[in-house]
């Protein structure tokens, strides 16, 4: 099991930049892959990014991509989604979700195939 907990939210401008982290603790993460997935208010939560754990593979969702870019720095055990160009649409709970796995392209997109998640961080884009 690995322990994940989400930082770097907050409210901004539309337009504006933030960058959320994800650290992780516990189990090997150079074997973790973590996605990000989202929720707004009323909404099912949606897949955002992800990235294999090889960092070969990364998918991101259609609305975000161009502007929401995921990475990951092993050392410090965290991944990173840097998010540009904030529309008001972008405002939800962001989660990050880990699962482990000796596959190296393995970068899921759908939200029953992570196995460990994390409490959130609230991003909020004014207009």
């Known amino acids: 099991q690995v322990q994940l907990v989400e930082s770097g939210g907050g409210l901004v401008q539309a337009g504006d930049s933030l960058r959320l982290s994800c650290a992780a603790s516990?189990?090997?993460?150079?074997?973790?892959?973590v996605g990000w997935f989202r929720q707004a208010p009323g909404k099912e939560r949606e897949f955002v990014a992800t990235l294999s754990w090889s960092a070969t593979i990364t998918y991101y969702a259609d609305s975000v991509k161009g502007r929401f870019t995921i990475s990951r720095d092993d050392a410090k055990r965290t991944v990173y989604l840097e998010m540009n160009s904030l529309k008001p649409e972008d405002t939800a709970t962001y989660y990050c979700?880990?699962?482990?796995?000796?596959?190296?392209?393995?970068?899921?997109?759908?939200?029953?195939?992570?196995?460990?998640w994390g409490q959130g961080t609230q991003v909020t884009v004014s207009s």
């Open positions: 979700a880990a699962v482990f796995s000796l596959s190296r392209t393995l970068a899921p997109r759908r939200a029953s195939e992570y196995t460990d």
């Open positions: 516990g189990r090997t993460f150079s074997r973790t892959t």
